[in-house]
């Protein structure tokens, strides 16, 4: 049977043997979980022991963002949770994340400043700050995170790094549906048209990655193919469409090493985001 631990005493009296072991898997989710998350939870039961946790955290969502009408289905969570084998659920209340007179904060530099970070100001504050605590709480050895959010994983990435956190960081591939469409949960929030709509953000994803196989390596004609893909459907809004290198997400014009392109906007009241890593 699967344990739902909700406080910081509860967790120690679960976890103390696994952290005397050395050996905890952890998937941090804000629950409304789907196939994605299932695949990030199997990855780290078939590895150790896991742990996920479920919590929607309001530091990581701007003012007229979607916290309050984030979908909570805290129930069918655990069910799925227990299916892929984990062990326990952490889901605490948010003054167990942030106790009264929380005043601290997490400000990863530069990689904040671009991509989604330009749009959504104070977001990966608030997903650093967060994580951080989950960690600290949860202290696991291995921590797995979805590629669909890219930005997220470099940005808890450099934070372990620069902060000394030694939790290995995992990075899984996005998980999609048959038609290329990545899982998210909020997806749930399109009208079937808008659902159908929503593909055309894989395709340019994919007509960049063929012109890039085709030879082209200059990254103005790569997002010219993606825009191209996406003026398709004039109902979806980009808000960035952009190729930048990895890990520090510099600017380039060529693709001749690591890098990935990143597309981000707007179907109706839905955003949407997705990437793919790019090799030349
Ligand atoms: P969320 O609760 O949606 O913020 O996501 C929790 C974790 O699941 C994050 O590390 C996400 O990147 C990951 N995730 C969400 N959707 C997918 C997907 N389609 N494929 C793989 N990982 C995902």
Known sequence: MIQVLRTEAELRGALAAHWADGKLGFVPTMGALHEGHATLLR?????????LSVFVNPTQFGPGEDFSRYPRTFEADCDLAERAGVSYVFAPAPEVIYP???RTFIDVDEITGVWCGRFRPGHFRGVATVVHRLFQLVKPSR???????????????????????????????????????????RNRYLSDTERREATVIYRALEAAQEKLAGGQVEVEVLLAAAKAELAKVPAFAPQYVEIRALPNLSEIQRVEGPAALAIAGFLGKTRLIDNCILRS
């Open 100 to 102: 009264p007179g929380w």
């Open 143 to 185: 921590a797995y995170f979805g590629q669909k959010d890219l930005q997220q994983c470099l940005v808890v990435e450099r934070m372990c790094l620069d902060l000394g956190i030694p939790v290995k960081i995992e990075t899984v591939p996005t998980v999609r549906e048959s038609d290329g469409m990545a899982l998210s949960s």
């Open 43 to 51: 990855c780290a039961v078939a590895a150790h022991p896991t742990v």
